[in-house]
Nanobody, 125 residues
Framework: QVQLVESGGGLVQAGGSLRLSCVTSGRTFSSYAMCWFRQAPGREREFVASISSSGGSTYYTPYVSGRFTISRDNAKNTVYLQMNSLKPEDTAVYYC??????????????????WGQGTQVTVSS
């Protein structure tokens, strides 16, 4: 059984930082790219970032490029999302996700095989 468990969300002021973590089990973690998505109230779930299976390449939506950094530790089966210079519009539930490929690329939510339960990030102005 594949499980993805996120942690690290919380309340932060605009301009602040948070680091999200996602621990994966039940799958050969190092064989697959990993992604982060987010969903704000009343909006569709949207792609945020992805990282290749090796961690050697990454891909970001323009809304977070330069502010967020995705990384992974294959020895710990963990993917991270470092979020800096947070804005109120970054407020959302953030989801860790895994699709079937190994490359870092834009990922549609319909491609996702496994989702985490989500962690709330709230940025106050």
């Amino acid at each position: 059984q594949v499980q993805l468990v996120e942690s690290g969300g919380g309340l932060v002021q605009a301009g602040g930082s948070l680091r999200l973590s996602c621990v994966t089990s039940g799958r050969t973690f190092s064989s697959y790219a990993m992604c982060w998505f987010r969903q704000a109230p009343g909006r569709e779930r949207e792609f945020v970032a992805s990282i290749s299976s090796s961690g050697g390449s990454t891909y970001y939506t323009p809304y977070v490029s330069g502010r967020f950094t995705i990384s992974r530790d294959n020895a710990k089966n963990t993917v991270y999302l470092q979020m800096n210079s947070l804005k109120p519009e970054d407020t959302a539930v953030y989801y860790c996700a895994s699709a079937g490929g190994a490359q870092a690329t834009y990922v549609y939510s319909s491609w996702i095989d496994y989702w985490g339960q989500g962690t709330q990030v709230t940025v106050s102005s």
